[in-house]
């Protein structure tokens, strides 16, 4: 593909790239995008293992995988639709309850591991003739000029010819840049967008634990003072006993859990998952991810948008972080199909500008009410612990509160 005046080009094939290069790919089949990806490596082959990162996807995510014509590879493959959700106070008794019968749908969402919606997204892209994914390009300087922003990628990545000389850099065009390269987005930086920062001293552990009872297709949450601890059910391999556990918990007991054998890991997590699941059998290797909140303080600049983690990234206790960004891309497709109805050029500032106070305000809010849960949860003061407890018990005890809220993060 001739890549020197593109229409859209993204910048990261994570898996907000790839959705808002298919789903742009999708909808307008007669403009040409590049999706570029810093990473030389192709995506690796799916193993039979279960791998351990995994996102709990909302309705209106599956609604966007199925538009771009991804969902039914990745439920071929692996994805546990769960039922119920139960959410507890480690520290007294209150819990809540909810089940997709409070909304009359047949499940909540479904969990999904992150390599099986990549392979999926990527298997979709290869089959669409305008958009072409380019592996090794490190986006590293840029400049603009009669509307149009030229992308160099870093020096040391640049191509070497078949004689082993080195060619100049190619130079992609493009009319509106997207940059979804994740929380360290170098677009971010180059557009010199800050971003508000917040270190929630904590480090999120992720592993895949073999439980002796059945998940029951319900994903746990218990809250620690030390940090929510969740089980995520996992669907296949003959049984129902996998889940993928996220363990995040303040730094210095993270780094000893992180020293521990896989016996004596699996110990401690089965006491402190009150057993709920019986005995933890088997744990695998275990990952660990520092726990940052980062919000950017715009989302865009001339003829450039920020999507997913690139603009906002938020702890992970409720499985929202993909989701968010799933909607950046929707939103930034919708208002993309408005301009152009209207004969309006996509990288116009009136179309980034509808996009960023569309999605700017529900991201904050989200990012707010985790935050706001983490320290409600944190805290041992007598009268928060009594605080939260009476507050999981009311909306356990209130039908339509619940279904309100299930509604609500059903829709993120
Ligand atoms: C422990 C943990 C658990 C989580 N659990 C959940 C969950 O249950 N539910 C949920 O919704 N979310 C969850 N999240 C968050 C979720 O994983 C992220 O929101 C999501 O991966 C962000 O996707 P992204 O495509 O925006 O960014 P990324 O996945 O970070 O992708 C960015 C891509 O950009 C590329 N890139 C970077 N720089 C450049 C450059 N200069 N040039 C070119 N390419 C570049 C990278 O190589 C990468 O491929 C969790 C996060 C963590 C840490």
Not at 15 to 30: E, S
Not at 31 to 45: C, G, I, T
Not at 187 to 200: A, K, N, P
Request: one cysteine or more; hydrophobic letters at 45%.
């Amino acid at each position: 593909m001739n890549r020197h005046r593109l229409d859209f080009a993204i910048v990261g094939a994570g898996m907000v790239g790839m959705a808002q290069a298919a789903l742009l790919a999708v909808r307008h089949p007669d403009m040409r995008l590049a999706l570029l990806e810093a990473s030389s490596e192709a995506v690796p082959p799916l193993s039979e293992e279960y791998e351990p990162r995994v996102v709990a996807l909302t309705q209106a995510s599956r609604e966007l995988l199925e538009e771009v014509g991804a969902w039914d590879a990745i439920t071929g493959r692996r994805a546990c639709p769960y039922v119920e959700m139960r959410v507890w106070d480690a520290d007294g008794t209150g819990s809540v309850r909810f089940n997709s019968r409070d909304v009359q749908l047949p499940n909540l969402g479904h969990i999904v591991e992150n390599n099986v919606i990549v392979a999926a997204l990527r298997a979709r892209l290869e089959t669409l003739p305008n958009v072409e994914v380019v592996n090794g390009f490190r986006l590293e300087s840029w400049w603009r000029d009669c509307g149009l922003w030229h992308l160099q990628p870093r020096g040391e990545e640049r191509l070497s010819d078949a004689d082993g000389l080195r060619q100049q850099p190619e130079i992609v065009r493009t009319r509106l840049l997207i940059g979804a390269d994740g929380a360290r987005s170098k677009v971010r930086d180059l557009l010199r967008i800050r971003s508000q920062d917040t270190d929630y001293h904590q480090t999120a552990l992720v592993c895949v634990a073999r439980s002796e009872k059945s998940h029951r297709h319900t994903a746990w949450q218990r809250f620690l003072q030390t940090g929510p601890l969740a089980f995520l059910p996992l669907a296949g391999l003959g049984d129902e006993n996998h889940c993928a556990v996220v363990w995040s918990a303040d730094e210095g007991l993270a780094r000893e859990l992180l020293m521990l054998d896989d016996q004596a890991f699996a110990l401690n997590l089965e006491k402190a998952f009150e057993s709920r699941l019986g005995n933890v059998e088997a744990v695998s290797e275990r990952f660990s991810f520092p726990l940052r909140a980062r919000h950017a303080e715009r989302y865009r600049g001339p003829g450039a948008v920020l999507v997913g983690d690139a603009a906002h990234s938020i702890h992970p206790l409720a499985g929202q972080g993909v989701n968010l960004g799933f909607q950046d891309v929707r939103v930034l497709a919708d208002e993309i199909d408005r301009a152009m109805s209207r004969g309006l050029e996509p990288s116009h500032a009136s179309v980034l500008a509808r996009y960023e106070r569309r999605r700017r305000g529900d991201n904050a809010a989200t990012l707010k009410a985790m935050s706001a849960f983490k320290s409600l949860f944190g805290a041992g003061d007598v009268h928060w612990r009594w605080l939260r407890n009476t507050g999981l018990s009311m909306v356990d005890a209130s039908p339509m509160l619940k279904k309100r809220i299930i509604m609500r993060a059903m829709a993120v």
